[in-house]
T-cell receptor
Framework: EAAVTQSPRNKVAVTGGKVTLSCNQT?????MYWYRQDTGHGLRLIHY???????EKGDIPDGYKASRPSQENFSLILELATPSQTSVYFC?????????????FGEGSKLTVL | KTQVEQSPQSLVVRQGENCVLQ??????????LRWFKQDTGKGLVSLTV?????DKTSNGRYSATLDKDAKHSTLHITATLLDDTATYIC?????????????FGAGTQLIVIP
């Protein structure tokens, strides 16, 4: 069964602290994504990757870094967390080709920066 | 500028009733359109994907239409159940591969009451 697992599911951080959100997929997908979801907005793309060792900037990359050390794992790193980064973060993995319908999301990581 | 607009923002229906959710978009090119269901505190789960210029899909009690000329899609839910309570999100993809940009609507919150 397709699976995307995020950790931690909930995190409280202090301003200026470092936060790492982790994502693991067992779908053998090349493509992985990090989004944030804020009330009243659609999901917004932060970083994405098309394979191990690659990371690309999405639409709102400022303040975030990403790391893809392996096919299965994709991390989102906040080196200096700020309150504006309080949000729910979603990881997704996708195969190539639309008609396969292969796009799976994790259950989200709720981050609160105080 | 928001490129994917969903209406209504929220909707309350009685169990057993039918409902229709709307999605209008300005994304160009519009390669495909997906509908997702998001339960509270959970990730997004794909319901259907539409690809053709004028397309229709059916997935159990869910059916969807797409008209690329009008840049408009609908999601119909027949004989609603309490478990249909969720946010429904319309997503437009601008390419055929998963690496294309995905443009997310803010969602329609559906509440099904007994």
């Amino acid at each position: 069964e397709a699976a995307v697992t995020q950790s931690p599911r909930n995190k409280v951080a202090v301003t200026g602290g470092k936060v790492t959100l982790s994502c693991n997929q067992t779908n053998n997908h090349n493509n992985m994504y990090w989004y944030r979801q804020d009330t009243g907005h659609g999901l917004r793309l932060i970083h994405y990757s098309y394979g191990a060792g690659s990371t690309e900037k999405g639409d709102i990359p400022d303040g975030y870094k990403a790391s893809r050390p392996s096919q299965e794992n994709f991390s989102l790193i906040l080196e200096l967390a700020t309150p504006s980064q309080t949000s729910v973060y979603f990881c997704a993995s996708g195969g190539t080709g639309v008609n396969t319908g292969q796009l799976y999301f994790g259950e989200g990581s709720k981050l609160t920066v105080l | 500028k928001t490129q994917v607009e969903q209406s209504p923002q929220s909707l309350v229906v009685r169990q057993g009733e039918n409902c229709v959710l709307q999605c209008n978009y300005s994304v160009t090119p519009d390669n495909h359109l997906r509908w997702f269901k998001q339960d509270t505190g959970k990730g997004l789960v794909s319901l259907t994907v539409l690809v053709d210029q004028k397309d229709k899909t059916s997935n159990g009690r869910y059916s969807a239409t797409l008209d690329k000329d009008a840049k408009h899609s609908t999601l119909h839910i027949t004989a609603t159940l309490l478990d249909d309570t969720a946010t429904y999100i319309c997503v437009v993809g601008d390419r055929g591969s998963a690496l294309g940009r995905l443009h997310f609507g803010a969602g329609t919150q559906l509440i099904v009451i007994p």
